[in-house]
């Protein structure tokens, strides 16, 4: 993977940095909360490409942590058991959530966990297709705008009280027959089989592919007591799906295994760069197989967290740093197609949607309004955060740039640009490169750039 560093000046719109040193005990406090987000009967799923949702399999939640460092402004990660938040959705998410804790959208990360039995969010593109008379087909709006103040009061509300943190724990551990590559190529270069989240017994017996094997755990402790957990892993997250019933699928069963069995320590999980990463090599799609990768994954995490290495925060660094950034648009991107299609009403209603999505996306870019990208560094531990849904080959790449620091990597921010694949991907072909991504085969040249600044 290439990058071209001299570019970087156009790449980068705003770098946006603090830092500073943790000294004694009470320098770094934290809080953390939690609050359902499961959508009510009748909600889309998916942003319209599962069925609405008739009952509900287990609770979907949205996770946050406020990291409150002396003589800085706050920091806030959240993790949503949705299955993207774009665009304009994904800014007001982030300002709502930032008024809330007192600090700047820029200082606040929103990541999903990409289920597919839980809802989206764009509201741009609701607007779009509303306008050509599709209503309510993407998402519910008033679901979407009261689950946003619902997560911003929680947040307001955990501030209230704080836990101070003394100790920085960190550790991997494999993750056996879950994760494998969905993209396989035939002797020609190209993309000859897809084995996406479940597969056909042929596709289960050929190999892993590239995959990242490790699931990450970063702990925060008040001397001897941990307090939180942030749980790192990637892989699509679905099992089944498409059932209308909303579910935080295996991930979720894992994040929910390890809180019982580690009681008093809340759990975040974060969904890595896996848009061509998915369980079809150890999935028939039956249901069975959900708890079996649930199981998998939790013991990935336990075998992270039996190799922590623990130690103290005094005198570590605290340092908080992002990017706004242009991504290259793909060629199908036409405003004047896309438009005649959200308007053919003889075209599938699901075209119509994917247009709708597409508009909105190609409107924020013609507004000059970015996408962010951001790091946490806490002393010898980088948490990364990327847009869309970006190859495996980012995360490995990225802990390749730094192979002495503890680098996780948390994707699905803001979803508008879809699939982020590597320069040679499109060329490969597949799903993941066609319309399924708003970007365009330089993406990889910005978005590495970027990259290679948020860790040095």
């Known amino acids: ?95 709502a959530v930032a008024k809330a804790c007192g600090t700047t959208p820029e200082r606040v990360a929103v990541q999903t966990l990409h289920q597919h039995d839980a809802p989206g969010c764009d509201l741009g593109a609701e607007e779009r297709a509303a306008e050509a008379g599709i209503n309510g087909e993407l998402l519910d709006h008033q679901f979407s705008l009261s689950t946003i103040e619902s997560v911003a009061k929680a947040a307001e509300q955990a501030l209230a009280s704080p836990q101070p943190v003394t100790h920085l724990g960190y550790g991997r551990g494999d993750v056996e027959r879950v994760a494998s590559n969905r993209r396989i190529l035939g002797s020609d270069g190209k993309v000859a089989e897809q084995r996406m989240s479940s597969a056909a017994e042929r596709l289960r017996e050929l190999p892993e592919g590239t995959i990242d094997p490790n699931a990450r755990v970063v702990s925060f402790w008040n001397d001897d007591q941990p307090l939180l957990a942030l749980t790192y892993y990637a892989t699509h997250p679905q099992s089944y799906y498409r059932t209308g019933k909303a579910s935080a699928d295996f991930v979720g069963m894992a994040r929910s295994a390890r809180e019982a069995a580690l009681p008093g320590v809340f759990h975040i999980h974060f969904n890595g760069a896996s848009g061509n990463v998915a369980a079809g090599k150890y999935n028939d799609g039956t249901p069975p197989r959900r708890a079996e990768l649930a199981e998998r994954l939790a013991a990935g995490h336990e075998r992270a967290w039996s190799n922590i290495q623990k130690t103290s925060l005094r005198d570590l660094e605290f340092d908080w740093k992002s990017i706004e950034v242009q991504l290259p648009l793909a060629a199908w991107l036409q405003r004047d197609e896309l438009d005649q299609l959200l308007a053919d009403k003889s075209s599938p209603l699901i075209d119509r949607l994917q247009a709708a999505r597409g508009l909105s996306y190609l409107g924020r870019s013609e507004t000059g309004r970015p996408i962010v990208l951001s790091r946490l560094r806490i002393g010898p531990v980088d948490l990364l955060h990327l847009p869309g849904e970006p190859f495996v080959e980012y995360q490995l790449v990225t802990q390749k740039l730094a192979p002495a620091r503890f680098v996780c990597v948390a994707a699905y921010g803001d979803y508008g640009p879809g699939y982020i694949g590597l320069h040679r991907s499109y060329a490969e072909g597949g799903y993941e490169t066609g319309r399924a991504s708003r970007t365009a085969p330089q993406v990889e040249t910005t978005l590495m750039g970027a990259i290679e600044e948020l860790c040095r």
Do not use: Y
Not at 47 to 55: F, V
């Open 1 to 95: 993977m290439k990058t071209n560093l001299h570019s970087l000046a156009a790449i980068v719109v705003a770098l946006m940095t603090c830092s500073a040193t943790i000294g004694g005990a009470a320098e770094l406090r934290i809080a953390h909360f939690a609050v359902d987000v499961t959508p009510p009967v009748g909600t889309p799923l998916c942003l319209g490409l599962a069925p609405r949702t008739t009952g509900v399999d287990d609770l979907l939640t949205a996770r946050g942590v406020i990291f409150l460092p002396a003589g800085q402004a706050p920091v806030a990660l959240v993790a949503v058991d949705w299955v993207g938040i774009a665009n304009g959705s994904h800014e007001r998410w982030r300002a």
